[in-house]
């Protein structure tokens, strides 16, 4: 029997009401339509923690952040553990990464003076490199430098604006373009160097994961694509009252308004991310829009080249994003938090004709990122390993729902600072209490801090998140509700790989296949 084919993508900071298949009514996202359209579209799909680091760990293993406990870029992953690639590898197999899984090694293994420990952009262990993309640019950089551009540095430098380019009147400063070509961008280039490969081995089964780093900053585009929105037609970010009135609801709040900078979003940007003006935050969320139209171009060219060589049909094609991005939803920047912004990701699954889908569909109930490594690898008809935490979507695929599927998401957020101690210091907490969790259903959403006061939103009725109901007396039955559902899907879910098996007189008996 002929393998399936693979083409697991991921982009980065992908939010999921930037779809114009589910509606957004202003974005063009041409190839990732028309992949909904030959596939399945999962609306309720959340991603487990943010940022990138650790949500890829997540939907690389199929672990919640509670039980792999890489939590924060730059925190080692657990050697111990197997994961997407390393399974497939068991089936033939030969999983290639194409961008970056952003993954820190076990120091245990290494020793803790490794030179692996520069750079928190480690390779999964168990995928081949066809091409990284680590957050140097290096290797895009050497691409750029010998077609004749001018680099101006290391890393992110390459994002500073064209100097050349003269600002037409009325536009704001961010509206000018990047230096490099849109034929040149990083994306561009990632794109080429799959297609390349793809050409190379036309009737070779592969497994392939595609990473595009947009629409992840710097928030700047290629001439080509820098005029493509208006921000005139760009909605509005959600506010309730002033950067003020929300400090005072909290105190988390408080510490991501003085922590997020505008250089981490633009470069020479100065200055706190919350004190963006207008002008400026609308002309970002234009430009957002057009970094993901390119990466759906280019995406698009990869998906040409399996049609060209007859592969397309046979095709697994998994299209998600690590996290999203606030866009100054509730004056914030970046994938922070707790709101749904930075956590409410899309899901798009394109299944090999032979499957025999019925496609076009939307499925709404609740999957996470977690779902994503058991979905492949069933699909493959490989077995799930007891280690994973999320389940096969496959039977939705066949048109079903699993009895006692979820009714709730949850994700982790951890905002300790383990060198400068920012949020430690700013709010009296230590670093194990720097952390909160989140219990998110079709009603309510239940905020948990370990050592700051709870949220509840009622999301069905207030779904901008407006109004903290944690402290309201009518409310009380709901946070006590919350807190269980929470609890028992902690102890539910605690890292447990061995515990349904035993010792005994005829050797290890238990049920190995559960967790």
């Known amino acids: 029997m002929t393998k399936t084919n693979v083409l697991f993508v991921t982009l980065d900071q992908w939010r999921a009401d930037h779809l114009a298949a589910t509606g957004n009514p202003t974005i063009q996202t041409p190839t990732m339509d028309a992949l909904c359209a030959d596939g399945v579209t999962f609306r309720n799909h959340f991603t487990c923690i943010a940022p990138c680091g650790p949500s890829r760990t997540t939907f690389l293993t199929g672990m919640y952040p509670s039980n792999h406990r890489s939590i924060r870029n730059g925190t080692p992953l657990n050697h111990s553990l197997t994961n997407l690639a390393f399974e497939a590898r068991t089936a033939g197999y030969d999983p290639t990464l194409w961008g970056y899984t952003d993954t820190t090694p076990d120091p245990r293994v290494l020793g803790e003076d490794h030179e692996a420990f520069l750079t928190y952009e480690g390779v999964m262990p168990g995928f081949s490199v066809g091409q990284q993309l680590p957050a140097n640019s290096i290797p895009w950089l050497e691409y750029l430098a010998g077609k004749g551009y001018d680099i101006p540095g290391p890393g992110y430098a390459i994002y500073f604006p064209d100097p050349d380019y003269k600002l037409p009147p009325g536009r704001h400063p961010l509206f000018a373009p990047s230096r490099f070509k849109a034929e040149d961008s990083e994306t561009h280039w990632l794109a080429d160097q799959l297609i390349k ?170 999957t996470e990122s977690v779902d994503l490594m058991p979905t492949i690898l069933d699909g493959l008809n490989l077995p799930i390993p007891r280690q994973c935490d999320g389940h096969s979507l496959m039977p939705f695929l066949n048109g079903e729902t699993p009895a006692g599927w979820r009714r709730a998401v949850h994700w982790l957020y951890d905002f300790r600072d383990p060198v400068a101690q920012m949020p430690e210091t700013a709010l009296n907490i230590k670093s194990s209490e720097c952390n909160l969790l989140v219990h998110r259903d079709a009603e309510f959403k239940y905020v948990h801090f370990a050592a700051l006061p709870p949220l509840l939103f009622d999301v069905k009725n207030d779904p901008d998140e407006t109004r903290n109901l944690a402290e309201d007396p009518d409310y009380q039955g709901v946070v006590l509700d919350c807190v269980q559902e929470l609890l028992s899907w902690r102890m539910r879910y605690e890292y447990g790989e061995l515990v349904n098996l035993s010792a005994s007189d005829n050797g290890l008996v238990g049920n190995r296949m559960a967790r």
Request: glycine share 6%; aromatic share 10%.
């Open 197 to 366: 490969d793809l050409k190379s081995k036309p009737s070779d089964p592969f497994f392939h994961h595609l990473t595009f780093l947009r629409p992840h900053p710097p928030f700047i585009s290629p001439p080509e694509y820098h005029d493509l929105y208006k921000p005139s037609d760009m909605p509005l970010p959600v506010r309730d009252g002033s950067p003020d009135d929300m400090r005072a609801k909290h105190p988390s709040l408080a510490l991501m308004y003085q922590a997020i900078p505008q250089d981490a979003f633009f470069m020479e940007g100065e200055g706190r991310a919350v004190d963006l003006d207008e002008e400026a935050t609308q002309q970002i969320r234009a430009t957002y829009q057009s970094l993901i139209t390119e990466a759906d171009h280019n995406l698009g060219r990869v998906i040409a080249t399996l049609k060209e060589q007859g592969q397309y049909d046979e095709t697994l094609i998994v299209v998600t994003s690590d996290h999203g991005e606030q866009l100054g939803d509730h004056y914030l920047w970046g994938k922070i938090g707790f709101y749904d912004e930075s956590f409410h990701i899309p899901l798009i699954i394109k299944p090999p004709k032979s499957w025999n889908v019925a496609t076009g569909r939307e499925i709404s109930e609740f």
